[in-house]
């Protein structure tokens, strides 16, 4: 069916830091039921949505590599594991209020979930399911940025939506410069020679080369969640 919205599918990055919320545990129930009731209401109008989770929240392996013997491989298979644990509390959640929802991971865990078949995920999205990408792009030394940036392309969803705990791109590091302005429009460039540490360099490259539009917004801030997805304007889009 085709919508009056701007977007018509879309690729929400959810961060594990988002989840946790300012709660002391992990993931913040409060977080996950806000992502759950607003995704619920723009599924309605018949957009698709896909979602990419991290696992910063419970574990980031390149903060981890190192100790103990670890190596850099290893802890990032475990980040890997942990945007698994992330996807699931989300899915259960999304599921206790009636959205259809599939887990997809990048590698598999047939017993939890589907394992990643693009055909698949499309078709789920076509029948109105949410489909949840897990375990990054299954690779060590990635993030799941570029996981978001790659699932996005992969499936064709015409935008980004970058949930973070920001309000989006400033032109400098707003705790260091008051003069610091929220930017609207920010190109690709700009935030590659500018690094403004919005997502890291594969992710970015990978939205500039494939032309897709990165809206970076604040996900605290209720009804943005939505906002971003019916394609109103909120935070910095980056683009160009
Ligand atoms: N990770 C990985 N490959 C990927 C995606 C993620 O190895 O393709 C690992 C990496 O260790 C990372 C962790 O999973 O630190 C959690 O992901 P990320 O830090 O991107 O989560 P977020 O910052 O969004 O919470």
Not at 20 to 35: H, L, S, W
Not at 80 to 98: D, Y
Not at 178 to 200: C, F, G, K, W
């Amino acid at each position: 069916s085709q919508s009056s919205y701007k977007w018509r599918r879309v690729l929400l990055k959810v961060s594990g830091e988002a989840l946790a919320g300012d709660q002391e545990q992990n993931i913040d129930p409060k977080v996950t039921m806000a992502i759950a009731r607003e995704v619920a209401a723009v599924t309605r109008l018949g957009i698709e949505v896909a979602i990419v989770v991290g696992g910063g929240n419970i574990f980031r392996g390149a903060s981890w590599a190192g100790s103990s013997g670890l190596d850099r491989s290893s802890a990032d298979y475990i980040g890997m594991l942990a945007t698994v644990m992330n996807a699931i509390f989300l899915q259960a959640t999304m599921e206790s209020i009636g959205i259809p929802t599939r887990v997809q991971t990048a590698f598999r865990m047939s017993e939890v979930a589907e394992p990643y078949i693009r055909r698949r995920a499309i078709r789920h999205l076509e029948k109105g399911r949410v489909v949840i990408f897990a375990a990054g792009t299954g690779n060590p030394f990635f993030t799941t940025d570029t996981a978001a940036a790659l699932r996005c392309a992969e499936i064709n969803a015409e935008v980004m939506l970058k949930a973070t705990n920001v309000d989006g791109v400033y032109s400098d590091n707003p705790k260091h410069n008051p003069n610091a302005t929220l930017l609207e429009t920010i190109t690709y460039q700009d935030v590659m020679s500018r690094e403004l540490s919005v997502m890291d360099m594969t992710a970015i490259t990978l939205c500039h080369e494939n032309k897709i539009p990165v809206v970076v917004f604040n996900l605290n801030e209720p009804g943005n969640i939505s906002k971003a997805i019916i394609g109103e304007r909120v935070g910095t889009l980056i683009g160009g």
